[in-house]
């Protein structure tokens, strides 16, 4: 046994002051326990890490759904559909609102040898016919997303509609209210059945092509290997295209002259609507809203990141950059071709640097298996975190409003301090009391513990949670865990080193992930809003503890991107190759070492960050 | 350097076809201007020079009377006739025609290293039915740091002479091979006067990676670091981008340098403010590792380079590969990787033992 990492033991970590009995606002499983010693020593035994890729902050209780979502999605596919030999799923808890999360080996060899046939029949089926699959996956999720665009919110009214009467229907708008509200989280749920539908075996595939490729070139960085699956078209590049093109279509159509500074898209449409040729841009921008403006501000799983279509501004500021460049005489182009015809030239170098025949036989198979699942495992994200969610956090924001008409709460933005099955208790209190004629006892209960929920998040928010805990394996073998998370010995050695640093302020140099190669010098800012985003001016560094797709038009403009978390595999690293600048991810700590002003170097090619 | 003649050939126009005219040595440091990369000018003295020279001044004929019936055994009588040999050799002048033509390879090669009278060195090139008797130490004469022609000739002659030591006589007499059919080429060599030198290698030799080029370095000559008197900076390049990708800049406490007076190289200490200073310059690295590239790809498989950068150069033309052998300890381990990923066929075989293996987390 090596030795192992240094992190706190989960049932040592003391409760923040003033935020005693938070475990109510999370599903009870998502506890660390001492009451039951089994669990108890399991939860000891097992590496939980921070999953400060998909939470930079803590959780609210609602948007715990996704969490819970595919806590089941990737672990049942994992377990119990595609039987991977040496790995169940992945296990989820919560400490002080923030979600840690635990791959869990198969520790038995019989039973590792037993699901290997599974495996090759199941994942066989799905890597050999992976093409008409995805088709099929994608009438899927669309249908699911036209259901849930479809489904109707109904209010309570003071008497029901006459229609209930003459078609003899039985039923009430408090009973369709319920069964929305279900159909609602239904439609979540199942949408996030689909989002893990391929993910594994891609990020399977994706990691033995870079793992073969570190067996057959030691020193290679695994950005390199990306690199070679890199400039294939995606859909998560389409928004930001849609965005140029109406740069383009003003500028050719001559009514571009509104779109310059930061305007409000109200006044934009005053001006546009003066003109036939402006009425055309305005019909084509609203065409181009659905759905390409389904892109969350945010990465999606937080209710509060708000989308294109919630906040035209944002991608009408975007335009207006454009069509300043387009002024300029600049391109908009991305550099598409040059970064394929580098990505031709580096496999080819590599390709011919292999020394026997074998080897370059299966680097062109799982080059072209690499290839294949990566469409899949970037546009799934427009399909589920941005569409589906954009559309869905205003569906509940419907609910919300009825129980704000009925005192069952004070604003619309405080259904997200309740759970979704407290929701449901909430909806039926007050569904009952409606039909009844009395006050819903929750309009004395709920405001009051929602304030109270309000001040521990904004405690939780103060605290800083430790990069893992409990107990570091010696392997690991779940796909997600290193790609996706960045989980590898360095990181988390270097993660604690600069947790047990008792002066960030000192620190002036530290390392992440090579993201994506070349150096650059530059300006930091420091992003955590999509306002600190507006702030970006071109040249300066990104700082952020993560990146969204919908800051795809900053990427034109900045010189290269820090984050706190993520892989080669993480959006900010694949969009940063794409755009052919410099990265470096899964620092740990960035955003808390450097300050916007700063000047750093970044260098994507090692992973080193300098401050100046 | 368009002149012509069969005497004198300049580097650049010699390959690794031409060992008979212009001996081992002087064909592969052609063969290496062939690659694309840049040696320290010169030229090479050819053996239809030597045979011309041999000839002319009956000095053949004598030498084959003096080697008559001469036993290998005897090795008393061995020596005194070589020594006689290479008086006789050394004694002889050049034809009025052949020291013009040296000199005015000279002077043309001072020019291109734009300083008078370069200093150069002058050593032996033995062409091939000669290459096993090279192998005995001293045959292989090297005179350094030599300036004038009056000198280089005289070294010529030294150089040449060398092909009868007592040692190769021998040895030839043993191997019946006739004295008269061997012949010898002589270099004349810009010396590289190196601020930096060193060696490396067209691959990790710590992990076999053909994408990494190992630099290593210190200031001075090489012999520093091929002798392993220091512990020289040490760099990593990829070989695809050229990127610096990893450093280590070590404390060098020595350097060889030159003593212009007694023409030879000379162990010096690092002063301390250059000790802990990188020894090369990135443009340098990124310079070594394109010309290690060009020379693995000429030879169509991996190398083992020594290179210096040279002083009274200017930059851009200034960074010298000084010889270039094949890699031997990697390159016999071929298949290595794929023996690793067990003969698996397909991708998704592939994918299994992949995560079967999984990843280490803690060493």
Known sequence: MGNKSSFPCPHDLETIPGTEGWERMYPYQYQFVTDDEERRTYEADAFWFYDGLHYPEPLCPFDTIWDEAWYLALSQNNTRVFSVPPVFGVDHRIINGYPYISPVPVKDPKVVEARVAHFMERAGYYYSNWAELEANWEAKMRSTIDSLEKLKIPTLPELEDISFVTDGLGESSGYHLLRAYDQLIDLGIRCWQYHFEFLNLGYAAYVTFLDFCQKIFPDIQAQRVTQMVSGIDVIMYRPDEELKKLARLAASLGVDASLSGNPRLADVQGVMKGSENGRKWLAAFEEARYPWFNISTGTGWYHHDRSWNDEPDVPLSSICMYAEKLRRGESLDRPLEAIRKERDSITAEYRALIANEQDRAAFDQLLNTAKTVFPYVENHLFYVEHWFHSVFWNKVREVSRIMVEHGMIEDVEDIWYLRRGEIKDALWDMVTAWATGVKPRGAFTLPKEIGWRKEVLQKFREWSPPPAVGTAPEVIQEPFTIVLWGVTNESLKSWSDIQDCDDPDNIRAFKGFAGSPGTVEGKARVCRTVEDICRLEAGEILVSPTTSPSWAPVFSKIGACVTDVGGVMSHAAIVCREYGMPAVVGTGHATKIIKTGQMIRVNGSTGEITIL | MSIQSPHVRWFSDCDSNMIEEVGGKCSSLGELIQAGVRVPPGFAVTTAAYREFMSANTVLCEVEAMLAGIDHDDIAR???????????????????????????????????????????????????????????????????????????????????????TARAIAYRQKMRFRHTDVGISVGVQKMANSFTAGVMF?????????????????????????????????????????????????????????????????????????????????????????????????????????????????????????????????????????TAVGGTSSPLDHILANMLAGKKLVH
Not at chain 2, 138 to 144: A, E, F, K, N, P
Not at chain 2, 149 to 164: E, G, K, N, P, Q
Not at chain 2, 213 to 234: C, K, L
Not at chain 2, 294 to 301: K, L, T
């Open chain 2, 78 to 164: 061995l020596e005194t006739v070589s020594q006689e040999i290479r008086e006789r050799i050394q004694q002889t002048p050049f034809s009025t025609r052949m020291e013009d033509e040296i000199a005015h390879f000279y002077t043309r090669l001072s020019l291109v290293c734009c300083m008078p009278a370069t200093p150069v060195a002058v050593r032996s090139s033995a062409t091939a039915e000669d290459l096993p008797g090279a192998s005995f130490a001293g045959q292989q004469d090297t005179y350094l740091w030599i300036r004038g022609v009056d000198d280089i000739l005289d070294r010529v002659r030294r150089c040449t002479a060398s092909l009868f």
């Open chain 2, 202 to 338: 067209t691959l990790n030799p710590s992990n076999g990676d053909r994408s990494s080029v190992v630099i290593d370095a210190n200031f001075g000559f090489g012999e520093s670091v091929v002798s392993g008197e220091v512990t020289p900076d040490q760099f990593r390049v990829n070989k695809v981008s050229l990127e610096v990708m990893e450093r280590n800049i070590s404390d060098k406490t020595i350097l060889y340098t030159v003593d212009h007076k007694a023409h030879k190289t000379v162990k010096a200490e690092v002063p301390d403010e250059r000790r802990k200073v990188q020894s090369v310059t990135d443009e340098e690295l990124t310079e070594l590792a394109r010309m290690a590239k060009a020379i693995e790809r000429h030879y169509g498989r991996p190398m083992d380079i020594e290179w210096a950068i040279d002083k009274d150069m200017p930059k851009g033309s200034n960074v010298f590969i000084l010889q270039a052998r094949p890699e031997t300890v990697w390159s016999g381990k071929d298949g290595a990787a794929s």
